[in-house]
């Protein structure tokens, strides 16, 4: 990845919340339970999933840095879903925990000196990987996401007059 790249990488993982709070704002509450399928998750899973994830992310960034080389666990999100009850779990919490956390890696992330973006983690799942690897993973995460909360939002949409 070039200077450049990472550079606007980096700035669009620092987006990334208000982009999610933004359009959050563009689905109704009564639908954010709403789950278009069995192997879906609602927006409000989606959201708890997110803040999950993204603590994962935070270890996984400073483990690159700290300790290069270093392995890093993997998680079945699905069975985090279920046996956290997603469903039951306070959206906004999971909002200001990602918010901070994001922010955290990005301050720290704008900073790095070149060399530190060849810096690897051990993925059980994955393999080796990069610290840039780890960027593109979670610039992108959020964006995914919000795509799949879009679909939801279709799907809804597409019921019966409620």
């Known amino acids: 990845m070039t200077r450049e790249e990472r550079a606007r990488k980096i700035e669009s993982y620092g987006r990334a919340y208000d982009l999610l709070v933004a359009t959050l704002q ?11 399928t069995p192997d879906r ?13 993204e603590a994962n992310s935070y270890i996984r960034c400073r483990r ?10 993997a998680y079945d999100e699905n069975q985090w879903g279920k046996a956290l009850n997603y469903h039951q779990q306070s959206t906004d919490d999971a909002l200001e ?3 901070w956390l ?7 992330i704008k900073t790095l000196p070149e060399p530190a973006w060849s810096q690897t983690i051990q993925h059980p799942e994955n393999g080796t990987m990069t610290l840039d690897d780890w960027l593109e993973v979670y610039a992108a995460h959020v964006p ?9 939002y279709a799907d809804w949409r597409k019921l019966p007059a409620r």
């Open 26 to 36: 563009d689905f109704p509450a009564e639908m954010w339970q709403f789950v278009p």
């Open 144 to 152: 995914e996401h919000i795509e799949q909360m879009r679909q939801n």
């Open 64 to 73: 690159a840095i700290a300790e290069p080389g270093s392995a890093v666990m």
């Open 97 to 99: 925990l990602f918010k």
């Open 102 to 108: 994001r922010l955290l890696s990005y301050k720290l």
């Open 41 to 53: 998750w609602s927006i409000h899973q989606l959201v708890v999933h997110i803040a999950d994830s």
